[in-house]
């Protein structure tokens, strides 16, 4: 069995001796104890010295990414060809499948193997004559160096820390040049408080101000760079009778100096733009398509780094950003948010409020896959972010809609409208379903029902309960009428005692002189009756 190992300093190939002692890998390490018993078990066939640190640097980059570099090709060839017939050690199983496919050489990768690298390298200095262990970690340092600053140079992240650095920045401007100009108008604005209310740009306020200084220079001055010829009229006017204080040109120069500063940062921030935009455009085209400058770049620098970004599922990009109102909406249990940065591109801003959740979804899916071609593929070209936003809007033109379009192959057929026939139907009356008889109530179906179910010892107290819900029913009957008589009765009765007191009313005395004349009639038969009955 022959052993491939790398060092800084250059490959060593080494021939295995004793190979019944690599069976016990436990007790293997006691074999590396001093080199005598390292010389025992292997011995260095050939070694191939690097000539100076850039070779040495291609070397390790080439089995870092597991491809085979020349000088390996060439020493592999010459050495190992001859021994085809052995077994060759590899320490990396990546680096053996190469060389199988290329060389066509049977190599070995093992837990074996890994223990017998780890004691060759206890004793790389014994085993590998000719190389001073001074030089040997002169080498060490130099190829780890060298090595760093290659991957610092060339890694995707270093470029990726160029678009968060810039997005930072532009947010940083943004609040700065909020404040500024908010300072700016709160300050002027008591020596001419009618100017804001005229100009409501803010960089174009900044510039007048900076031109003309104090109000009373509005009238003889020239603004037509600034502004058009009717606002200008009207600032002019304004000045005229402005109910503002009176300020020092000291205070006029501060105003004007911070004026300069607003207006600096303006056009920086301008041209910041456009570099992020051009950034953006070289690093993640698809991604830019699909969301915009800004919104990518956000993405990118909440995440960290476009390739952390591509590892994120669609699910974690359509909430990025609003991580606290997910984690208060599990606590609190309810709906968690369906947004976060993504909300601020224009497909889901575009939307009604009804579809933004489900836009904001499907936005997130095309997104994720936008974001990891991007990331992991060798295409510079938009084409995949164009195509997958095409999709996006087709699907919210859907919904806009409201489901005129059918679903089919395509997409793009409307849906068939079939045409209107008015139908009407004419009910008639079916006097068939009217019926004299009285209805029968529930009680009295529930007695039939247990007449026909009992048996023959039953049928007595069947017909008595007949007999009694016939006069039930006979009560029923009778009951309305006897109340219409009784209501007649008392109509009469009221009619009677009405037509008495008019009666009273009109006659009075009539009546009185009756009654005592029926009264003298009866005393005088009384008087009459007396003597005859002495």
Same mark, same amino acid.
């Given at each position: 069995?022959?052993?491939?190992?790398?060092?800084?300093?250059?490959?060593?190939?080494?021939?295995?001796?004793?190979?019944?002692?690599?069976?016990?890998?436990?007790?293997?390490?006691?074999?590396?104890?001093?080199?005598?018993?390292?010389?025992?078990?292997?011995?260095?066939?050939?070694?191939?010295?690097?000539?100076?640190?850039?070779?040495?640097?291609?070397?390790?980059?080439?089995?870092?990414?597991?491809?085979?570099?020349?000088?390996?090709?060439?020493?592999?060839? $010459?050495?190992?060809?001859?021994?085809?017939?052995?077994?060759?050690?590899?320490?990396?199983?990546?680096?053996?499948?190469?060389?199988?496919?290329?060389?066509?050489?049977?190599?070995?990768?093992?837990?074996?193997?890994?223990?017998?690298?780890?004691?060759?390298?206890?004793?790389?200095?014994?085993?590998?004559?000719?190389?001073?262990?001074?030089?040997?970690?002169?080498?060490?340092?130099?190829?780890?160096?060298?090595?760093?600053?290659?991957?610092?140079?060339?890694?995707?992240?270093?470029?990726?820390?160029?678009?968060?650095?810039?997005?930072?920045?532009?947010?940083?401007?943004?609040?700065?040049?909020?404040?500024? !100009?908010?300072?700016?108008?709160?300050?002027?604005?008591?020596?001419?408080?009618?100017?804001?209310? !005229?100009?409501?740009?803010?960089?174009?306020?900044?510039?007048?101000?900076?031109?003309?200084?104090?109000?009373?220079?509005?009238?003889?001055?020239?603004?037509?760079?600034?502004?058009?010829?009717?606002?200008?009229?009207?600032?002019? +006017?304004?000045?005229?009778?402005?109910?503002?204080?009176?300020?020092?040109?000291?205070?006029?120069?501060?105003?004007?100096?911070?004026?300069?500063?607003?207006?600096?940062?303006?056009?920086?921030?301008?041209?910041?733009?456009?570099?992020?935009?051009?950034?953006?455009?070289?690093?993640?085209?698809?991604?830019?398509?699909?969301?915009?400058?800004?919104?990518?770049?956000?993405?990118?620098?909440?995440?960290?780094?476009?390739?952390?970004?591509?590892?994120?599922?669609?699910?974690?990009?359509?909430?990025?950003?609003?991580? $606290?109102?997910?984690?208060?909406?599990?606590?609190?249990?309810?709906?968690?948010?369906?947004?976060?940065?993504?909300?601020?591109?224009?497909?889901?801003?575009?939307?009604?409020?009804?579809?933004?959740?489900? !836009?904001?979804?499907?936005? +997130?899916?095309?997104?994720?896959?936008?974001?990891?071609?991007?990331?992991?593929?060798?295409?510079?070209?938009?084409?995949?972010?164009?195509?997958?936003?095409?999709?996006?809007?087709?699907?919210?033109?859907?919904?806009?809609?409201? @489901?005129?379009?059918?679903?089919?192959?395509?997409?793009?057929?409307?849906?068939?409208?079939?045409?209107?026939?008015?139908?009407?139907?004419?009910?008639?009356?079916?006097?068939?379903?009217?019926?004299?008889?009285?209805?029968?109530? @529930?009680?009295?179906?529930?007695?039939?029902?247990?007449?026909?179910?009992? @048996?023959?010892?039953?049928?007595?107290?069947?017909?008595? /309960?007949?007999?009694? /819900?016939?006069?039930?029913?006979?009560?029923?009957?009778?009951?309305?009428?006897?109340?219409?008589?009784?209501?007649?009765?008392?109509?009469?009765?009221?009619?009677?005692?009405?037509?008495?007191?008019?009666?009273?009313?009109?006659?009075?005395?009539?009546?009185?002189?009756?009654?005592?004349?029926?009264?003298?009639?009866?005393?005088?038969? $009384?008087?009459?009756?007396?003597?005859?009955?002495?």
């Amino acid at each position: 069995m022959l052993v491939l190992f790398e060092t800084a300093a250059g490959y060593a190939i080494f021939k295995v001796l004793d190979e019944k002692k690599l069976q016990e890998i436990d007790s293997l390490w006691k074999e590396f104890e001093t080199p005598e018993k390292a010389n025992k078990v292997v011995k260095l066939k050939h070694f191939e010295k690097f000539q100076d640190t850039t070779e040495a640097l291609a070397a390790s980059t080439a089995l870092v990414e597991g491809k085979i570099s020349k000088n390996l090709k060439k020493i592999l060839k $010459k050495i190992v060809a001859k021994d085809a017939h052995e077994q060759l050690a590899v320490a990396d199983a990546k680096l053996g499948g190469v060389i199988k496919e290329k060389l066509n050489l049977s190599c070995i990768h093992s837990p074996m193997v890994t223990e017998l690298m780890r004691g060759i390298r206890s004793q790389v200095e014994g085993l590998i004559t000719g190389l001073p262990s001074r030089e040997m970690a002169a080498m060490c340092l130099g190829l780890a160096h060298s090595l760093s600053r290659y991957k610092l140079k060339f890694s995707p992240d270093k470029v990726d820390t160029m678009i968060v650095q810039a997005i930072s920045l532009l947010d940083d401007l943004d609040k700065e040049l909020n404040n500024y !100009i908010m300072r700016c108008r709160e300050w002027y604005g008591w020596h001419f408080p009618e100017l804001g209310k !005229i100009i409501t740009d803010n960089l174009t306020y900044c510039k007048c101000v900076r031109k003309i200084g104090d109000r009373k220079n509005f009238s003889c001055s020239d603004l037509s760079e600034v502004l058009p010829e009717e606002v200008e009229e009207e600032v002019k +006017a304004a000045a005229e009778i402005s109910m503002g204080t009176e300020v020092s040109e000291e205070d006029i120069s501060n105003i004007q100096h911070l004026c300069d500063q607003v207006i600096e940062i303006s056009d920086y921030r301008a041209q910041l733009y456009d570099y992020l935009k051009n950034r953006m455009m070289a690093i993640a085209p698809n991604l830019t398509v699909m969301v915009g400058e800004l919104v990518g770049a956000r993405l990118i620098a909440h995440a960290g780094s476009l390739l952390n970004l591509a590892k994120h599922p669609a699910s974690t990009v359509q909430i990025l950003g609003a991580e $606290k109102a997910l984690f208060r909406a599990l606590k609190t249990k309810r709906d968690t948010p369906k947004f976060g940065l993504i909300y601020h591109a224009s497909l889901v801003g575009q939307t009604t409020a009804k579809n933004k959740g489900k !836009i904001s979804r499907m936005l +997130a899916a095309k997104t994720a896959l936008t974001i990891r071609y991007d990331a992991l593929g060798d295409s510079t070209s938009a084409e995949m972010g164009a195509e997958n936003r095409l999709k996006v809007e087709t699907r919210l033109r859907h919904l806009e809609e409201k @489901g005129i379009r059918r679903i089919s192959g395509t997409g793009k057929a409307l849906a068939r409208a079939d045409k209107y026939q008015h139908k009407s139907e004419v009910k008639t009356y079916d006097p068939s379903g009217d019926s004299t008889l009285p209805l029968v109530p @529930g009680k009295r179906k529930h007695e039939v029902e247990e007449e026909e179910t009992a @048996g023959p010892g039953k049928a007595k107290k069947a017909k008595i /309960v007949e007999i009694k /819900v016939e006069e039930e029913e006979e009560q029923e009957q009778e009951e309305p009428v006897k109340r219409k008589k009784k209501k007649k009765e008392k109509k009469q009765k009221a009619q009677e005692d009405a037509t008495w007191m008019e009666e009273e009313k009109e006659e009075p005395s009539t009546s009185v002189a009756a009654e005592t004349t029926e009264k003298k009639k009866k005393k005088k038969k $009384k008087i009459k009756e007396e003597p005859e009955d002495d």
